[in-house]
């Protein structure tokens, strides 16, 4: 079996989640050696998924660390202002 450059750009999906058969992974490797494009790509998605922790739905734009920045800053926001107002109590009971 051999695999083209079009159909491995779209088994990368299937690699990365370990559901191709061993005959089709080997064709892969195959390919990967033969085309400097997917190594390029192969590395790249190793890497998102090494910084997402294995699950690349977990990049920067996932919901997740959306919400948590939001709430993160919202508390920033909050102590921020308590300060603020500590200072003027603080300087206006001199």
Not at 1 to 20: D, I
Not at 47 to 54: L, M, V
Not at 62 to 90: D, G, T, Y
Request: contains cysteine.
């Amino acid at each position: 079996m051999t695999v083209g450059h079009a159909q491995a750009e779209a088994l990368l999906k299937e690699y990365f989640a370990g559901r191709l058969d061993r005959e089709t992974v080997r064709a892969l490797h195959a390919h990967f050696k033969d085309c400097e494009a997917c190594r390029s790509n192969l590395r790249v998605r190793k890497a998102e998924i090494h910084r997402t922790g294995g699950n690349p739905g977990r990049g920067l734009d996932s919901p997740e660390l959306q919400a948590k920045i939001v709430h993160n800053r919202n508390l920033l926001i909050q102590v921020l202002l308590l300060m603020l107002l500590a200072w003027f109590i603080w300087k206006f009971k001199r």
